[in-house]
């Protein structure tokens, strides 16, 4: 009874980490195939962010 409650409890503790590498994996090779895609979206978020700015400072210069 104990040596198969083990087996069971490795067989789980083996899948879990299976499927945490995986999910590991996948979160890195997508972050890896859009990192161009997160630069250039980082680009546009500056640059308007940039552009508010200079709208703002012109709103309160006047």
Not at 26 to 49: C, E, H, M, P, Y
């Amino acid at each position: 009874m104990k040596k198969a409650l083990l087996v069971n409890e490795k067989a789980q503790v083996s899948l879990e980490f299976i499927l945490l590498v995986g999910g590991v994996l996948v979160g890195a090779l997508t972050i890896f195939t859009l990192r161009d895609s997160l630069k250039n979206f980082a680009q546009v978020i500056s640059d308007w962010v940039e552009a508010e700015r200079n709208l703002t400072i012109a709103q309160v210069t006047r």
